[in-house]
């Protein structure tokens, strides 16, 4: 019998404020510790760039949670960039006592230090670009992301055992910067919601909670509120149905502490626009009222710029709700494949005539939902990604050795 791995996981933060591909490595190491693997996961107290306050959490220390160690360092000296000299330090004493490393983000200061530090000690590592290899997401700052990757990150990536890409699209655009490490693909996963009442119960408790009509489709839109999203197409889309005499009601759950400006924007928007009376903005929402609102849903609609996999989709699909995705979100061919819901391209008017096709087919809503549990419920969950994450991490071992 193989011996169980020792798994380090290294990423800058997992608050909330950061969304879901820093708290997918939550999701991923409890799903590793289940198979017997011994991870430990390496951290900040960064709680966002905007001046909150750092998390109040123990440092320097292990903190036990579902069969896995998390240990938090201070950042420190620069806060504002997620740098923790620490950390570093930690990893330089003690990474020799793991077999391997997954380190989730590029272009930011400690996990870049962190790459190197591997790279020096041997210490074999897998980098997760999180979609900054993405060319549109690269477009951004970059000159400064051209000489980041010269001083630092073309060596870091030349010197990986693979780069985990979440999806077959990203892994295709993705840049490389001249490198020609080999690509990892696995998606990540998600937890099934934790319902805690049936579905006619959700759909009474949040259409009087929100004050929404009974029969009325809802469209939902529940993600980070940023440009990258596609509000500027979906907004326009919903207007001009809402002028032709569609009935649905919009709700937009989510928020970006990060940015609150925009966040303001879009808020003034819609109360500037034929929307007014038939959105609810609910903000950030978790647990038990997430689930609920997942529940009362008709359609989930995502039409982002880019998205290298897209955590709130496979959300959706676990809830049984067809989505409308825009071909960036990079597991629009799982959607397509699975007939879990309808793809656009990212324009106003495709977008608007796959939501009237969503919203015209109450049957054809009911199905696709199903179509997309099922897939991922059998591709998405935490058991089977962890399953093949522990054989990828073997694998890359024995090619590392012989």
Same mark, same amino acid.
């Given at each position: 019998m193989a011996k169980a791995l020792n798994?380090?996981?290294?990423?800058?933060?997992?608050? &909330?404020?950061? /969304? /879901?591909?820093?708290q997918m490595v939550r999701g991923l190491s409890g799903a590793l510790a289940k198979q017997d693997a011994a991870v430990t996961v390496l951290t900040t107290d960064s709680n966002g760039d905007e001046g909150q306050a750092p998390l109040d959490v123990p440092l320097n220390q292990p903190i036990e949670t579902d069969g896995y160690r998390t240990i938090y360092f201070r950042c420190a000296p620069f806060r504002r960039y997620k740098f923790s000299?620490?950390?570093?330090?930690?990893?330089?004493?003690? *990474?020799?006592?793991?077999?391997? =490393?997954?380190?989730h983000a &590029? %272009?930011?200061p400690v996990t870049s230090a962190a790459a190197t530090l591997a790279r020096w000690q041997k210490l074999p590592y897998i980098l997760r670009p999180l979609g900054t290899l993405d060319p549109a997401d690269l477009a951004k700052k970059k000159q400064f992301k051209q000489l980041y990757a010269a001083l630092l990150e073309r #060596?870091?990536?030349?010197? =990986?055992?693979? &780069?985990? @890409? $979440? #999806?077959?699209?990203?892994?295709?655009?993705?840049?490389? %910067? *001249? =490198?020609? $490490? *080999? =690509? !990892?693909?696995?998606?990540? /996963?998600?937890?099934l919601p934790e319902f805690t009442c049936s579905d006619a119960d959700a759909q009474r408790v949040i259409r009087q909670r929100y004050g929404i009509p009974d029969g009325v489709p809802i469209l939902l839109f529940m993600s980070r509120i940023d440009p990258k999203k596609g509000l500027d197409l979906l907004l326009p889309a919903l207007e001009q149905l809402r002028?032709?005499?569609?009935? @649905?009601? @919009? !709700?937009l759950c989510g928020g970006n502490p990060q940015d609150q400006g925009y966040v303001d924007g879009i808020g003034q928007q819609i109360e500037n626009s034929v929307l007014k009376d038939c959105t609810t903005i609910t903000g950030f929402v978790s647990g038990e009222l997430k689930a609920q609102i997942l529940q009362t849903a008709d359609v989930f609609v995502l039409p982002s710029y880019y998205e290298n996999f897209g955590i709130a989709v496979a959300e959706a699909m676990m809830a049984g709700k067809p989505v409308v995705i825009s071909d960036q979100v990079h597991i629009w061919q799982d959607i397509e494949s699975s007939q879990s819901g309808w793809v656009t391209t990212c324009d106003q008017g495709t977008l608007t005539q796959k939501l009237t096709e969503a919203l015209a087919d109450a049957a054809a809503r009911e199905q696709r939902g199903e179509n997309g549990r099922v897939f991922a419920r059998e591709n998405y969950g935490w058991d089977a990604i962890a399953t093949r994450m522990i054989a990828q991490y073997r694998q890359l071992l024995y090619c590392s050795i012989s």
């Amino acid at each position: 019998m193989a011996k169980a791995l020792n798994i380090l996981q290294i990423v800058p933060s997992i608050s &909330l404020v950061y /969304g /879901g591909p820093s708290q997918m490595v939550r999701g991923l190491s409890g799903a590793l510790a289940k198979q017997d693997a011994a991870v430990t996961v390496l951290t900040t107290d960064s709680n966002g760039d905007e001046g909150q306050a750092p998390l109040d959490v123990p440092l320097n220390q292990p903190i036990e949670t579902d069969g896995y160690r998390t240990i938090y360092f201070r950042c420190a000296p620069f806060r504002r960039y997620k740098f923790s000299l620490s950390l570093l330090q930690w990893l330089q004493r003690h *990474g020799a006592e793991y077999d391997i =490393a997954h380190i989730h983000a &590029l %272009f930011s200061p400690v996990t870049s230090a962190a790459a190197t530090l591997a790279r020096w000690q041997k210490l074999p590592y897998i980098l997760r670009p999180l979609g900054t290899l993405d060319p549109a997401d690269l477009a951004k700052k970059k000159q400064f992301k051209q000489l980041y990757a010269a001083l630092l990150e073309r #060596s870091n990536i030349q010197g =990986a055992a693979a &780069l985990h @890409f $979440t #999806s077959e699209q990203e892994a295709k655009v993705s840049e490389r %910067f *001249g =490198a020609n $490490t *080999g =690509a !990892m693909v696995l998606p990540l /996963g998600v937890v099934l919601p934790e319902f805690t009442c049936s579905d006619a119960d959700a759909q009474r408790v949040i259409r009087q909670r929100y004050g929404i009509p009974d029969g009325v489709p809802i469209l939902l839109f529940m993600s980070r509120i940023d440009p990258k999203k596609g509000l500027d197409l979906l907004l326009p889309a919903l207007e001009q149905l809402r002028q032709a005499g569609q009935r @649905f009601h @919009f !709700m937009l759950c989510g928020g970006n502490p990060q940015d609150q400006g925009y966040v303001d924007g879009i808020g003034q928007q819609i109360e500037n626009s034929v929307l007014k009376d038939c959105t609810t903005i609910t903000g950030f929402v978790s647990g038990e009222l997430k689930a609920q609102i997942l529940q009362t849903a008709d359609v989930f609609v995502l039409p982002s710029y880019y998205e290298n996999f897209g955590i709130a989709v496979a959300e959706a699909m676990m809830a049984g709700k067809p989505v409308v995705i825009s071909d960036q979100v990079h597991i629009w061919q799982d959607i397509e494949s699975s007939q879990s819901g309808w793809v656009t391209t990212c324009d106003q008017g495709t977008l608007t005539q796959k939501l009237t096709e969503a919203l015209a087919d109450a049957a054809a809503r009911e199905q696709r939902g199903e179509n997309g549990r099922v897939f991922a419920r059998e591709n998405y969950g935490w058991d089977a990604i962890a399953t093949r994450m522990i054989a990828q991490y073997r694998q890359l071992l024995y090619c590392s050795i012989s």
